[in-house]
């Protein structure tokens, strides 16, 4: 039976990355270990933390680069509390993405990347493909209520995945894509519907892997754990059967 490895090896496929509010420790985590097994995607698609481990990889920075950088983070390095739309300005987190990602421009990445944003005025999801790249991954991440919202050409925007938690708006359609999905472990989340569930698309096949540890602002500590919990479930992923477009992968942290 063709397991997720040969599926990933049969031709080129794209990274999908979803929202997840800190997820992007386990985010990187999973890219880790396919940069490990040499499986290099040839495009990134994302939202919110997925726009922002896509965005830094497209970038140029491989997965374990951009992880030191995350496991080197403290909430005072982006904390910046205003009066204003959100409780925080951004201007720190802006600051880190400059300083870190080797690509300016979605023009100078070394694969092509789209990002979901949600525009404030239209109520509508873009999906960003040109400009500066650290302005776009800031607002793909701006939760609503924590970061205020940022200009993309003039327009508000707020974190992608308020309507496109998978962020893959802007894929083409039966594109082969290895989707992230970062499940969510708030029970008024699960009872979301559709929308939190894991992407059924053709040409796609969505990873979930369960219990992931719970990351946030205020528990940035336990952001080098989801890293490892992911990295070491994908590598035991890799050669498991497929048996459906969505594979359930517990971690060994439940």
Not at 23 to 41: D, I
Request: proline content about 6%; hydrophobic content about 45%.
């Amino acid at each position: 039976m063709q397991t997720l490895r040969d599926w990933l090896l049969e031709a080129p496929f794209s990274l999908g990355l979803s929202s997840g509010f800190f997820g992007f420790f386990a985010h990187a985590g999973f890219l880790s270990a396919l940069e490990e097994e040499g499986l290099q995607p040839r495009a990134a698609w994302g939202s919110s933390a997925g726009a922002l481990v896509g965005g830094a990889w497209a970038a140029g920075l491989s997965a374990d680069e951009f992880s030191r950088v995350l496991f080197g983070l403290r909430r005072q390095d982006f904390w910046d509390p205003a009066l204003g739309a959100g409780l925080l300005r951004g201007q720190l987190f802006q600051s880190i993405l400059e300083g870190v990602l080797p690509a300016r421009t979605f023009a100078q990445c070394r694969a092509p990347l789209g990002m979901s944003v949600f525009d404030v005025r239209t109520r509508r999801t873009r999906v960003l493909q040109s400009g500066d790249l650290a302005t776009a991954i800031r607002a793909s991440c701006a939760v609503p209520l924590l970061f205020a919202p940022v200009l993309i050409a003039g327009r508000p925007c707020l974190d992608g995945g308020l309507f496109d938690r998978p962020g893959l708006l802007g894929a083409r359609p039966h594109e082969r894509i290895l989707h992230h999905h970062l499940a969510s472990s708030l029970s008024w989340r699960r009872r979301g519907g559709p929308l939190l569930d894991a992407p059924r698309r053709a040409g796609t096949i969505s990873v979930v892997l369960e219990g992931l540890p719970r990351v946030g602002p205020f528990r940035l500590s336990e952001g080098v754990c989801a890293h490892r919990v992911a990295r070491d479930a994908t590598r035991r992923i890799l050669d498991r059967p497929l048996s459906g477009s969505v594979l359930h992968v517990p971690s060994a942290a439940t």
